[in-house]
Nanobody
Framework: QVQLVESGGGSVETGASLRLSCQAS???????????LGWFRQGAGNEREGIAV???????YYGDFVKGRFAISKDNAKDIVYLQMDSLKPEDTATYIC??????????????????????WGQGTQVTVSS
C-alpha cells in the first residue's frame, strides 16, 4: 500500500511563500513511477478542491483557481512531490492533502478534479495565512 506523508505547512503572513512536501513510499520492489501524485486542499466548511497533479512523465495539471501562484514538481529519485506556493492569501488557509490519483489516467483527462473516490490520501498539513 502506498503511503503519503506531508510536511512543510505552517502559519505565515499574507504574501509569504511556503513549499510543501509529500513523501511517497511503497513496499519494497513496488514502483511509484507510474503514479500520478498531487495536492488537494480543504478549508473549514469547504469542500475539498484540487490544486495540482503531476503524472508519470512530468506533465502538470492545475485547478482553475491556481492562476500561477502555485507550482507542483517532483523528485523521482526521492519519490517526493512538492507544492511551491507564492503570494499566499488568507483564503489559502486550509489543510493541504497529498494524493495519489486513482486511476492515474484521470490526471490527463482532467477527471482528477472531481473523481476522487478511489484516490489514496495523506493525513494533510495545515497552512494558515494571516492578514
Amino acid at each position: 500500500q502506498v503511503q503519503l506523508v506531508e510536511s512543510g505547512g505552517g502559519s505565515v503572513e499574507t504574501g509569504a511563500s511556503l513549499r510543501l512536501s509529500c513523501q511517497a513510499s511503497a513496499p519494497s520492489g513496488y514502483s511509484l513511477r507510474s503514479y500520478c501524485l498531487g495536492w488537494f486542499r480543504q478549508g473549514a466548511g469547504n469542500e475539498r478542491e484540487g490544486i495540482a497533479v503531476i503524472d508519470s512523465d512530468g506533465s502538470t495539471y492545475y485547478g482553475d483557481f491556481v492562476k500561477g501562484r502555485f507550482a507542483i514538481s517532483k523528485d523521482n529519485a526521492k519519490d517526493i512531490v512538492y507544492l511551491q506556493m507564492d503570494s499566499l492569501k488568507p483564503e489559502d488557509t486550509a489543510t493541504y492533502i497529498c494524493t495519489a490519483v486513482m486511476p492515474p489516467q484521470y490526471c490527463e483527462g482532467g477527471w482528477w478534479r472531481t473523481f476522487t473516490g478511489s484516490n489514496l490520501w495523506g493525513q494533510g498539513t495545515q497552512v494558515t495565512v494571516s492578514s
